[in-house]
């Protein structure tokens, strides 16, 4: 992978009024590279990508986009990057055709290229038969597609997702990952934020950022590697009613929905199991074999996320005194 920084990030800050919506934040993404940016609705994900598309001036903090300022040089920007959002960009009374030819002439493409670049473009994301349908006609997962079409047809050399596969359906998220992975492949650097953890696995590197800070990044391994829990995984057959019992047990440090069972979190494992029996047993609730499992990226989000709380409630607890 090419080592040059497609995105350069430091001490990154913006408030609207009193709050702080993204806090102080700073990080480097290369060339090339599936970057995730995986936080909860409201972390600051979306700020952050305004920030670095040149939609929003920053309130503190620098940064560089394809080597330019953020802030300088932001309208220089905008010809060398894609931008995709869960909205999608698009008029639902034009074609597909047609809406790739209004954003092309946007970004002041000769007609010849133009033309070329849409051919190039449906074919790519599988649209070449549904050029001619009205954009509100196709389904959602073809509607993801054309954005992804609209967003490219410049070729640029970096490529915004910000949640831009929100709503659509599993199988259509996993055809338009593939798709990253062929954009990647290419040499195109892709900053995608998302608050789906099956989709950060697909990522080469990632930051996690909640309440605007960015509290881990490292590798999907990495971060997997941050739990210092043991995890025990369980499949009750009252799923709801035994994670409010497992939840109250002192041993418990956090009790999650993972798939069709439940996840475990324990620093006290050889305790823990047979507590959970013992709960569930007297509650008549079955849930057969515990057993122990590497940590998810779920996992790491929580643990994660509870130990950032853990630092903020301390840190308050000592302003309070001083």
């Avoid at 305004?50 to 001036?57: A, C, D, H, K, V």
């Avoid at 074609?95 to 670049?117: H, I, M, Q, S």
């Avoid at 941050?226 to 035994?242: C, F």
Wanted: proline residues 4%; glycine residues 10%.
């Amino acid at each position: 992978m090419n080592t040059e920084k497609a995105i350069v990030v430091k001490n990154l800050s913006r408030k609207f009024g009193k709050f702080i919506a993204v806090d102080n934040i700073s990080f480097e993404v290369n060339r090339g590279e599936i970057f995730g940016f995986l936080g909860p609705n409201g972390a600051g994900k979306s700020t952050t990508i305004r920030m670095l598309n040149g939609l929003l001036l920053p309130t503190s903090g620098e940064g560089r986009v394809g080597g330019f300022d953020i802030i300088r040089e932001n309208a220089q920007i905008k010809d060398h990057i894609g931008y995709m959002s869960q909205r999608f960009s698009l008029y639902e009374d034009l074609t597909g055709e047609e809406n790739l030819t209004f954003f092309g002439g946007v970004y002041g493409l000769d007609p010849e290229r133009l033309a070329a670049r849409i051919t190039e473009v449906l074919n790519l994301v599988g649209l070449e038969d549904r050029r001619h349908d009205l954009t509100r006609n196709l389904p959602l997962g073809l509607k993801q597609r054309l954005a992804l079409a609209s967003a490219i047809i410049h070729e640029p050399s970096i490529l915004f997702l910000d949640e831009a596969t929100s709503g659509v359906d599993p199988i259509s998220r996993r055809n338009f990952w593939d798709l990253i992975y062929a954009m990647a492949q290419e040499g195109r650097t892709i900053l995608v934020t998302t608050h789906y953890m099956e989709e950060a696995e697909f990522c080469d590197r990632l930051v996690l950022i909640f309440q605007g800070r960015i509290i881990a990044q490292g590798t999907p391994g990495e971060l997997k590697g941050e739990v210092k829990e043991t995890i025990l995984a369980l499949i009750p057959d009252n799923l709801d009613g035994a994670l409010d019992l497992i939840r109250k047990l002192p041993q418990v440090a956090e009790a999650a929905v993972f798939g069709d069972g439940l996840h475990i979190a324990t620093t006290r494992p050889e305790e823990t199991e047979p507590a959970i029996q013992a709960v569930l047993s007297a509650h008549h609730i079955a849930c057969g074999r515990i057993e122990r499992v590497r940590p998810s990226l779920e996992d790491a989000f929580i643990s994660l996320v509870q130990r950032a709380e853990g630092k903020e409630a301390i840190s308050g607890q000592l302003s309070a005194v001083s």
